[in-house]
């Protein structure tokens, strides 16, 4: 099973600082990577696919990039509604698998 | 606008039996494969089942193999879960999820429904 990796656990940060979370797979998955978003008490938003194309409606202070085993999800000025979990998923091997999460707080 | 509900959850004992449900509307639904992934209390998402489109083929993560079955009835837009055997571990919210075309990522999640197991 492929396992999905990230790091920090959590990453504290500040209104309008920057955000950089690490994913990584045990083996390499090309491109086939996409991260979510949870806010508490909600269900998981897809934010990015394909490792680097923001999906409908994502604001483009989100972006993602890295191939084969290493990625990375960028929130370039952090708004008060981006803190939440965030979590990646590879869908490159079967069966899919998601990382630990990280947690955006302030 | 693609909308996912699920229901069918709550409190079961230890070798119980749920069937979960996820009604599905705003797409062609019988084109798309639909998921059900769950999320023990403060923990990560995993991924449990999928069936296809038509129903003819369906996939089971190594945690719920044996004990869970997927189905759909595609007249109904509506994904099944008929989970057997449940065990304490087996407690979490429950999401069905929407993959995309081709690509196993998940566009679109329903709210989750709540399976409690314990004597």
């Known amino acids: 099973e492929m396992v999905m990796t990230q790091s920090p656990a959590t990453l504290s940060e500040s209104p309008g600082g920057r955000a950089t979370l690490s994913c990584r797979a045990s083996?390499?998955?090309?491109?086939?990577l996409a991260w979510y978003q949870q806010k508490p008490g909600q269900a998981p938003r897809l934010l990015i696919y394909?490792?680097?194309t923001r999906a409908t409606g994502v604001p483009v202070r989100f972006s993602g990039s890295g191939s084969g085993t290493e990625f990375t999800l960028t929130i370039s000025s952090l708004q008060s509604e981006d803190f939440a979990v965030y979590y990646c998923?590879?869908?490159?091997?079967?069966?899919?698998?998601f990382g630990q999460g990280t947690t955006v707080e302030i | 606008e693609v909308q996912l509900l699920e229901s069918g959850g709550g409190l079961v004992q230890p070798g119980g039996s749920l069937r979960l449900s996820c009604a599905a509307s705003?797409?062609?639904?019988?084109?798309?494969?639909i998921s059900w992934v769950r999320q023990a209390p403060g923990k990560g998402l995993e991924w449990l089942s999928d069936?296809?489109?038509?129903?003819?083929?369906?996939d089971y993560a190594d945690a719920v193999k044996g004990r869970v079955t997927i189905s759909r009835d595609n007249s109904k837009n509506t994904v099944y879960l008929q989970m057997n055997s449940l065990r304490v571990e087996d407690t979490a919210l429950y999401y069905c999820?929407?993959?995309?075309?081709?690509?196993?990522?998940?566009?679109?999640w329903g709210q989750g429904v709540l399976v409690t197991v314990s004597s």
């Open positions: 394909g490792a680097s």
């Open positions: 999820a929407k993959e995309a075309w081709n690509y196993a990522y998940f566009e679109d």
């Open positions: 069936i296809s489109g038509s129903g003819g083929s369906t």
């Open positions: 998923q590879q869908y490159n091997n079967w069966p899919r698998t």
């Open positions: 705003g797409f062609t639904f019988s084109n798309y494969v």
């Open positions: 083996q390499s998955i090309n491109s086939h």
